[in-house]
């Protein structure tokens, strides 16, 4: 996403170059037929043109209500991640002990346990931040998409797994590479082990109730991640708001002509319906443009939530609870737009 105070508006503009040139000459054909031409039956007139724009901005505002929506919901949903995986990191540090165990642990063993358990959660967060970059049919990947995401490093590949070996054991790894929802599967060896450290006693049972309701809520927050990864923003309302806004687009420099013809009665005037259309076509765009690319806020571009940075941030913080030195850098703000990923 981006970290910097705003896009300029040199981005800005840079992002929709190729609609802004179609829309410089899509909106001078009316002008230049009508006066050039003489193709007068060309003006509509205004009134009715607007008509079609107020339903255009009502249908648009919807639209990016409800992507706004998803977006903020995706971001509420990662906070939860980041709360749940302090709250556990805490509770495995406090919990697995010798208190009730059947056989005394040393000390290094024990912390070699939580260790485990940790490190293991951190290869949940990763994982995760892996499987909901997999590209998804309604998502972008025109040319300009695939350069950004290589650039950010979000792509999706299989091999990226491999960055989970230095968190797991080499069965763990073997085990959830066979698995097709791996990260599922690597809360599912957590809830294994933790099983196994109640029956030995080093965790009592009433503290592992408390840490198994831990990892249902991760079940449940990756969860609704996935659900707005794999469940698009409804078609029907995508498809009709692209219709209507490109409709109102076509149309809207015929209404042009009309205001500028009356207004000057003809001459030169009718000339400043092109920059006025092209300005006008260009707003209209861009708020179908954000709402579409704030649909899906787990593609890996450059207005996403930035799982990876908040995973890291999260790994940053439990390892410091184990009093762990050995960590990961934060990644700063990236290239001319300042994107965090």
């Given at each position: 996403?981006?970290?910097?105070?705003?896009?300029?508006?040199?981005?800005?503009a840079?992002?929709?170059?190729?609609?802004?040139?179609?829309?410089?000459?899509?909106?001078?054909?009316?002008?230049?037929?009508?006066?050039?031409?003489?193709?007068?039956?060309?003006?509509?007139?205004?009134?009715?043109?607007s008509?079609?724009?107020?339903?255009?901005?009502?249908?648009?505002?919807?639209?990016?209500?409800?992507?706004?929506?998803r977006?903020?919901?995706?971001?509420?949903?990662?906070?939860?991640?980041?709360?749940?995986?302090?709250?556990?990191?805490?509770?495995?540090?406090?919990?697995?002990?010798?208190?009730?165990?059947?056989?005394?642990?040393?000390?290094?063993?024990l912390?070699?346990?939580?260790?485990?358990?940790?490190?293991?959660?951190?290869?949940?967060?990763r994982?995760?931040?892996?499987e909901?970059?997999?590209?998804q049919?309604?998502?972008?990947?025109?040319?300009?998409?695939?350069?950004?995401?290589?650039?950010?490093?979000?792509?999706?590949?299989?091999?990226?797994?491999?960055?989970?070996k230095?968190?797991?054991s080499?069965?763990d790894?073997?085990?959830?590479?066979?698995?097709?929802?791996?990260?599922?599967?690597?809360?599912?060896?957590?809830?294994?082990?933790?099983?196994?450290?109640?029956?030995?006693?080093?965790?009592?049972?009433?503290?592992?109730l408390?840490?198994q309701?831990?990892?249902?809520?991760?079940?449940?927050?990756?969860?609704?991640?996935e659900?707005?990864?794999?469940?698009?923003?409804?078609?029907?309302?995508?498809?009709?708001?692209?219709?209507?806004?490109?409709?109102?687009?076509?149309?809207?420099?015929?209404?042009?002509?009309?205001?500028?013809?009356?207004?000057g009665?003809?001459g030169?005037w009718?000339?400043?319906?092109?920059?006025?259309?092209?300005?006008?076509s260009?707003?209209?765009?861009?708020?179908?443009m954000?709402?579409?690319?704030?649909?899906n806020?787990?593609?890996?571009?450059?207005?996403?939530?930035?799982?990876?940075?908040?995973?890291?941030?999260?790994?940053?913080?439990?390892?410091?609870?184990?009093?762990?030195?050995?960590?990961?850098?934060?990644?700063p703000?990236?290239?001319?737009?300042?994107?965090?990923?």
């Amino acid at each position: 996403m981006q970290a910097g105070r705003r896009y300029t508006f040199f981005q800005t503009a840079n992002w929709t170059r190729k609609y802004i040139f179609w829309f410089v000459v899509v909106d001078s054909i009316p002008v230049v037929l009508y006066q050039v031409f003489q193709v007068e039956w060309l003006r509509i007139p205004w009134q009715p043109l607007s008509l079609i724009g107020i339903a255009v901005a009502f249908y648009l505002g919807f639209k990016n209500n409800s992507s706004y929506e998803r977006t903020w919901e995706a971001r509420k949903i990662w906070g939860g991640i980041v709360n749940t995986s302090r709250a556990f990191t805490v509770m495995v540090r406090e919990y697995i002990n010798n208190e009730a165990a059947v056989e005394q642990q040393e000390e290094t063993a024990l912390l070699e346990l939580r260790r485990q358990v940790v490190h293991r959660h951190v290869a949940w967060l990763r994982a995760m931040t892996i499987e909901l970059r997999k590209y998804q049919p309604w998502e972008h990947n025109a040319s300009n998409d695939k350069v950004g995401r290589k650039i950010l490093g979000t792509e999706y590949r299989p091999e990226r797994f491999d960055e989970l070996k230095p968190y797991l054991s080499a069965e763990d790894h073997a085990y959830i590479l066979g698995k097709g929802n791996r990260s599922s599967h690597l809360l599912s060896l957590q809830t294994r082990q933790l099983m196994v450290l109640r029956q030995q006693g080093l965790i009592e049972h009433f503290r592992h109730l408390q840490l198994q309701t831990q990892i249902t809520e991760m079940y449940t927050l990756q969860g609704k991640s996935e659900r707005i990864k794999n469940f698009p923003f409804p078609r029907q309302y995508a498809t009709i708001n692209y219709f209507f806004v490109v409709l109102f687009l076509i149309l809207l420099p015929f209404g042009m002509v009309d205001v500028f013809t009356e207004h000057g009665g003809g001459g030169w005037w009718v000339w400043l319906a092109i920059p006025f259309s092209v300005v006008s076509s260009w707003v209209f765009w861009m708020m179908e443009m954000i709402g579409e690319y704030s649909e899906n806020p787990f593609e890996g571009l450059y207005n996403d939530v930035p799982i990876t940075d908040i995973a890291i941030s999260i790994e940053i913080d439990i390892r410091q609870m184990l009093e762990e030195t050995d960590l990961p850098q934060r990644t700063p703000p990236m290239g001319d737009l300042k994107v965090v990923v």
